[in-house]
């Protein structure tokens, strides 16, 4: 769900990243006062960092749809290391992703971390996840996980209309965008709640070692097979073109 600068307008790029620049230095704030950058809790930070760039770059096909999906990654970092330290992570990894693997646009840089960071790891995960955990973790992590992508999902919607360049009907758009990202979140959030049914149950140290290793194992192996079927994102622009020029 990364957006490319073709997407997006010069205000509304300027106007998110304002908005995103806002929030990540809030979290720095928080995560200094909560002792985040501790030498206990750095080295899970960057693993977690580390295991979400990994997996992101490994697309799934979604059945019966020729389209594929990703893990986003927002609510797993913030129920492992929490909110404020998870969208300094997340923020990392678009970054990264952004200026070394033109995987989404610089101008689209402060969109794609609200969507993808904001919007998961400081309001569905205080709001939804973290009450409902205490409950029934793995209805949490599905609930949230959806939740986010469909959020993330109108906000690329929304962004996209406001921008007013690319030419999308929004309509069309927001119905090809809504229902595959609700079969990617649906998919993201059995494979989130097993994660962290593992990681809860083992020591700190043992759940670090375990996430480098995924994350090796994401990057070098499972990358090799990953989906080349076009993205949710892109799967809905076809779609949204394809209804336009009806």
């Known amino acids: 769900m990364h957006m490319s600068d ?35 809790k750095l080295p899970m930070m960057a693993v977690m960092s580390a295991f979400i760039f990994a997996a992101q770059m490994v697309n799934f096909a979604i059945p019966q749809t020729g ?13 492992m290391i929490g909110a ?17 693997f033109a995987d989404g646009g610089l101008l689209a840089l402060g969109c794609n971390i609200f969507n993808l ?28 996980v959806v939740l986010g992508l469909q959020l993330g999902a109108l906000g690329v919607v929304l962004q ?22 609700l079969a990617i979140g649906a998919l993201e959030g059995v494979a989130t709640a097993v994660v962290l049914y593992f990681a809860y149950a083992v020591h700190a140290k043992k ?8 994350a090796l194992l994401f990057g070098g192996v ?14 809905s622009i076809e779609k949204a073109e394809s209804h336009g020029k009806q």
């Open 207 to 214: 759940a670090a070692l375990a996430f480098a290793l995924m």
């Open 160 to 181: 996209t209309y406001a921008s007013g360049i690319a030419g999308l009907p929004f309509a069309a758009f927001a119905a090809s965008m809504l229902p595959i990202h």
């Open 67 to 79: 389209s594929s999906g990703h893990i986003t990654g927002g609510i797993l970092l913030a129920a």
């Open 6 to 40: 073709d997407l997006i307008s010069p205000a509304v790029g300027i106007a998110m990243c304002a908005v995103s620049a806002v929030a990540i230095a809030y979290s720095v704030k928080k995560s200094v006062k909560g002792e985040c950058f501790s030498k206990e």
């Open 222 to 235: 499972l990358s090799q097979f990953a989906s080349q079927a076009p993205d949710g994102l892109e799967w």
């Open 84 to 100: 404020f330290p998870a969208l300094l992570s997340m923020s990392l990894v678009l970054v990264v992703q952004c200026l070394f």
């Open 117 to 144: 960071g904001v919007i998961p790891c400081l309001i569905v995960y205080p709001l939804v996840f973290e009450p409902l955990a205490k409950r029934n973790m793995a209805l949490a992590s599905v609930l949230s």
